[in-house]
């Protein structure tokens, strides 16, 4: 299914000219992961900390956005510039599962989402990505099908961050955005699933 990964190319070419000046003053690509991971769970925190404060959620687009960029980034260093590690392999992958945790779990906090709901997205969300990285152990590759992919959460949360922030009142329906998120993981995951078997 469509995912917005797609896009990943066109987005890398615009990225390339400022991955090519980061190798020549010798930034490295785990420093990069290393980076992007913390960025997430100090965002993650401040979020937690202060739920009530409206205009903390206008980090959620911005800091999504950068966080998609240093993940295009860090590939970048790795595959362009010689700097593919074994080390860099599990940083890049625990580091956005840790992001992702700490990016979906704040809107525990926020009306009228259920924590269950939130919750049950992230498991989701963090199984969809091992399904993908699966992939590789069963002698495919790393899958990336949708419809719900990191990019497309990244998305969806964004925009969502952007619309508490910019003080609108979710209705009471808006409870089941979680759920229903969880459930389009759980899509992906058999749509993964199916893909590494087909590989």
Request: aromatic share 10%; net charge positive; glycine share 8%.
């Amino acid at each position: 299914m469509p995912t917005l990964y797609a896009l990943k190319p066109a987005f890398q070419a615009r990225l390339r000219p400022f991955v090519a000046w980061l190798a020549h003053v010798g930034v490295t690509a785990n420093q990069v992961t290393v980076a992007a991971a913390a960025l997430s769970i100090a965002t993650g925190a401040l979020i937690a900390l202060f739920p009530d404060r409206t205009a903390v959620f206008w980090l959620f687009p911005v800091v999504l956005f950068v966080r998609m960029a240093m993940n295009a980034v860090d590939g970048m260093l790795a595959r362009e510039h010689g700097q593919a590690s074994r080390l860099g392999v599990y940083l890049n992958e625990l580091g956005d599962l840790v992001s992702d945790l700490a990016l979906t779990l704040p809107f525990v906090l926020v009306a009228p989402f259920q924590p269950w709901g939130v919750v049950s997205f992230a498991i989701m969300a963090l199984l969809s990505e091992c399904a993908g990285i699966i992939g590789t152990a069963a002698g495919a590759v790393r899958i990336y099908a949708g419809p719900l992919g990191k990019s497309d959460r990244a998305l969806v949360l964004g925009a969502l961050g952007a619309l508490i922030a910019s003080g609108v009142t979710l209705p009471v329906f808006a409870s089941w955005l979680f759920p229903f998120l969880a459930a389009l993981s759980a899509v992906t995951i058999v749509n993964r699933i199916r893909a590494g078997l087909a590989a």
